[in-house]
């Protein structure tokens, strides 16, 4: 955990100059070292046969966001953080009973592991780990994705084995790294499009997007401590993607106004998760150090690129055990899906959890279904009903959760400052 860090934002939720000149300052020494931080990815595994990801009959998508399962290596690893009735018993096999559960219950149509799916330096194997760790959504014939945390690679496969094997494993829609982005920062820089409902007029338009990114581990620059940060080539991509997906949605056939809703991955927060309290958020921030949350301690501007995008309407991460909430920032949700696993560390008497997000279409004029309409979120707990709670709209295409002056002035002001920045670097 990262203390010490300090509030991101001023008062009415804009961003203070402090802040803007630390983004500012990050961006130009995260492209000043570009050239030599992003590796040439050779020879990635060849992916899984193209699986179509669609709505069903009944206008819904819904996914299944697994973080944090810390697996080592099954029945003889012991649970951490749990109740003393529970000390005996308990091992990573509760883990694979908790996936079992929740995929039975709801059904999704997706499953997202947001890294730290293994507790790589437990491992006696990580192969094997990985392949037990995945094996309740590899039974279970539903598509599947993964992205890594900070602890997958500290076993005995690199970052890079790792993303591979789960690139080769059974029912994965991971990818190893986009095949169009020659220099790419990380391993598991990936999206993926979701179609409309089999035949209607939006069967053929990805009318949701989902974008999968690498956060990294640690820190490679000595004199920047902590946990890494998404990179500029991670950013480029991401940018190139989205606009690209915006240009064809925009277009014929059918040419929308708007552009399609999406969703983000990844596992390591964003400085800007420390902007909520209980006064803005749904769910809880319980991480005692520091602000609450374990970001890196500089700031990529990541959290900017998507707001400039657009199209992105919440992010979704792990890392941070014991905090579970969502809050909106600039017209995004920022969320966690709290700690699922139980080999990761907790709080006795607190219970692991799951995040589910439901996409739903609204209805043409002709009775069809047709684009997005809402995006809502609820997190189940592994106990023995499966509580749900903390239900809500994330996103409603009818409606604005800001004032629209708000995003241009926070991103004009980062333009303007990252200028400065540059002149002053000169």
Known sequence: MISGKRDLFGTKGRPSLDFMVLVSTVWWLCLTAFSVSAATQADPPSPQPNQK??????GEFK????ADMHYANGKSTPCLNVLPSQNFSCSDLNTTVFINRMIQAEKPNLIVFTGDNIFGFDCTDS??????????????????????????QEGTLSREGVMKHIVGMKNTLSKFNPPEAHIIDGFGNYNLEVGGVEGSDFENKSVLNLYFLDSGDYSKVSTIFGYDWIKPSQQLWFQRTSAKL?????????????????????????????????????GVK???????????????GFFTTLVSAGDVKAVFIGHDHLNDFCGNLMNIQLCYAGGFGYHAYGKAGWSRRAR?????LEKT???????VKSIKTWKRLDDQHLTGIDGEV???????????????????MLQLLGWVSIILAW
């Open 63 to 66: 996914i299944l966001q697994v």
């Open 246 to 282: 915006k240009k064809a949605y925009k277009s014929g056939p059918l040419p929308q106004k708007d552009a399609a809703p999406g969703l983000t991955y990844f596992h390591i927060p964003l400085p800007e998760y420390a902007s909520f309290d209980s006064s803005n958020m749904t």
């Open 394 to 412: 994330l996103w409603s295409k009818n409606s604005q959760c800001i004032n629209s002056q708000t995003v241009p002035f926070y991103w004009s």
């Open 365 to 371: 004029e002709k009775g069809s279904w047709g684009d």
């Open 53 to 58: 990801l669609r709505f069903g009959q009944n």
């Open 127 to 152: 192969a094997k780990s990985l392949e037990a760790a995945f094996a309740p959504a590899i039974a279970s014939n539903i598509p599947w994705v993964a992205v890594l945390g900070n602890h997958d």
């Open 286 to 300: 319980l991480e005692p150090d520091g602000n609450g949350i374990s970001s890196a301690s500089v700031n990529s």
């Open 356 to 360: 589910v997000v439901v996409a739903s």
